[in-house]
């Protein structure tokens, strides 16, 4: 996990709880790779491994989604941007050289090639997008951006932004409800656990993938006992990173869930947790043990009332 740069003004306001209450500014998110796929069943062999309807993606879209194992569970949660000739997935760099191994072991006999993007930036961008040549936008604030053998955003779009703290792009994610995945977190949850249903990262029409029938069956058997949260902890000091245990106090001896992902800046700790759907409302979540910091929760941008409502 990253820490901000320790100038109060690059911090966020203790205030922020959306997208819109974040500066504008351009990132190089240097935490992330790229893995190319291209070739003519690209489409065809990315739609079989995925849980997301990747032949529903036009060039210049893009769309969330994991890549599961055969139990259901996450190895990775992606990005998938497509452009005029293949696509480009981008996800944590502790987990590219493993997802490249796994689609290329599965590849077998199709037409696809697979390469990680060595020298391919990622660039972020918060605020009034700038229009630009590989940039896909993911919502009405944030866009990404794919630039080849560069070290920083080119010219042309550097003034037109200011720059950032990487730290930013993971908060706006954590503000969307966006969930992710790296090296110590992977293989334990199942995308419905952290909301990746909610985004558009599953789709349940499309046929099969690994873990899909275990994926459709929490859904429509209703046994979606956890969700995840947004949350904050004011004050320096909180530490936290992917894979750490919550509790709460009426059971200190019991784990209650786990941080999904979490991002440190000099007054202030954001992180997304799974937790268990009762306790969204109204629990008392700490994180470490039942008498760590406390966990001040986030109104969710989409709504999980239907999920709560379901049987256990």
Request: negative net charge; contains cysteine; glycine residues 10%.
């Amino acid at each position: 996990m990253g820490t901000a740069d320790n100038n109060t003004s690059l911090a966020p306001s203790p205030d922020v709880r959306c997208l819109e209450d974040l500066p504008s500014g351009v990132m190089h998110l240097e935490n992330l790779k790229t893995i190319r796929v291209e070739g003519e069943e690209a489409e065809h062999f990315l739609h079989n491994q995925f849980s997301s309807d990747v032949s529903a993606l036009a060039a210049g879209q893009q769309q969330p989604g994991a890549y599961c194992n055969p139990k259901g569970r996450a190895l990775a949660i992606y990005r998938l941007l497509r452009d005029d000739t293949g696509f480009n997935l981008v996800l944590p760099d502790d987990l590219a050289e493993i997802v490249s191994r796994r689609l290329t072991l599965y590849r077998m006999r199709s037409r696809v090639e697979i390469g990680i993007g060595e020298r391919t930036g990622v660039f972020g961008y918060i605020g009034d997008l700038p229009q630009s040549a590989n940039m896909w936008r993911l919502d009405n604030r944030r866009a990404m951006r794919l630039v080849a053998d560069s070290p920083g955003p080119d010219e042309s779009l550097e003034h037109q932004t200011p720059v950032l703290p990487g730290e930013f792009w993971k908060l706006a994610a954590i503000l969307a409800g966006e969930p992710q995945v790296y090296a110590a977190t992977s293989e334990s949850f199942i995308p419905q656990q952290v909301n990746l249903d909610l985004v558009g990262g599953v789709s349940f029409s499309k046929g099969c993938y690994p873990g899909q029938e275990i994926v459709a069956r929490v859904r429509y058997l209703g046994k979606i006992k956890q969700r995840m949260t947004g949350a904050v902890i004011q004050g320096a000091g909180a530490d936290a990173a992917p894979g750490d245990p919550l509790f709460i106090r009426e059971r200190p001896g019991q784990k209650a869930g786990m941080v999904v992902d979490a991002v440190r800046f000099p007054d202030s700790t954001w992180l997304s947790a799974m937790v268990p759907v009762e306790i969204l409302d109204a629990g008392e979540i700490h994180l470490g043990t039942a008498d760590g910091p406390q966990l001040s929760l986030l109104p969710p941008p989409y709504s999980i009332a239907t999920e709560r409502s379901r049987p256990a």
